[in-house]
């Protein structure tokens, strides 16, 4: 008999999920605007946009008037704000209060009389890295691994950020580096401000992978995180597979299977996992499936 579990600490996290609650309210009294996409989920972003939500981009944000757009968990930077102003939004602020802080400490080093170089660990491109870099002007050097350290300026101070849901690992790499290669009297200030509840989930997750003959990652194609979470998996669970609806499942993949373990993103909406679970006990030939 084939056993299906979903993974309890898969599914969004805190940021996401009140993200998604005040969309859902703000859509029962109309319109409602969400500058990018809610969540690096294209099921769940459909759903919302079944309710009314519609996505839009800077450059259409920009030319909006008089209306109301959600900022999503990821944070934006102060020039979003500033056009929000100019153009009579109505902001519905949904940033992660983890990002929000993150924002904070940035601007407060970047106020600093003798300003250090601020170095953020991040991925380039990603809307909560643009909103971090948002509050230096634009001068934050972003790094997306330890061998882009090198191109330091080890003779001026460093001043070492995390992008809130890079892994650990990364992050003390990159430490270990600078505090190896920092040229005194130049200092070297860093603070993690990676999200616990994000970091917790790589050990959790190959805990998850290993107690399984075969896991199921569940995530949207865009998800960073999600691809950092199904390596992990891949790396405990040789017969680890990725997709992101239950069309993508395929049937040969749970051959001689005893245990199925479901799991999935910060942005992997519970509801997708269990509808992965009901059509994997389908292909299976068996409706005896458990949620641990």
């Known amino acids: 008999m084939l056993t299906i579990e979903i993974d309890d600490n898969s599914g969004f996290c805190f940021g996401v999920t009140t993200a998604i609650g005040k969309a859902e309210e703000e859509l029962k009294a109309g319109q409602l605007y969400c500058l990018g996409d809610i969540v690096h989920n294209g099921s769940e972003c459909e759903r919302l946009r079944s309710l009314g939500l519609t996505t839009i981009g800077h450059e259409e944000f920009c030319r909006l008037r008089n209306r109301k757009v959600l900022l999503r968990a990821h944070g934006e930077p102060p020039e979003t704000y500033a056009i929000a102003s100019r153009n009579g939004i109505d902001i519905i602020d949904a940033t992660c209060p983890v990002v929000l802080q993150l924002q904070r400490r940035i601007k407060r080093v ?7 170089q601020i170095v953020i660990y991040g991925k380039r491109g990603h809307a909560e890295v643009m909103g971090l870099v948002g ?4 001068e934050a050097i972003v790094i997306e691994c330890v061998e882009e350290a090198g191109r330091l ?3 001026r101070s460093i001043c070492l950020f995390s992008q809130t849901t890079k892994p650990l690992e990364g992050f003390r790499q990159i430490v270990d580096y600078i505090t190896v290669h920092i040229q005194p009297p130049a200092t070297f200030r860093y603070f993690d401000t990676i999200c616990r509840q994000v970091a917790n989930r790589l050990p959790n997750i190959r805990a998850f992978a290993a107690r399984h003959d075969v896991i199921i990652f569940v995530c949207g194609l865009k998800s960073s995180n999600g691809r950092v979470l199904y390596e992990a998996c891949r790396q405990i669970n040789p017969r680890a597979y990725l997709v992101d609806t239950p069309a993508a499942l395929k049937a040969e993949w749970f051959d001689g299977a005893g245990s199925v373990g479901v799991c999935g993103a910060t942005s992997t909406p519970k509801w997708l996992m269990e509808h992965c679970r009901t059509a994997i006990a389908r292909m299976a030939g068996t409706h005896h499936s458990r949620e641990e």
Do not use: L
Request: aromatic share 14%; net charge negative.
């Open 153 to 155: 300026d080890f003779s």
């Open 135 to 138: 509050q230096t002007g634009g």
């Open 110 to 116: 970047y106020s600093e009389p003798e300003r250090p």
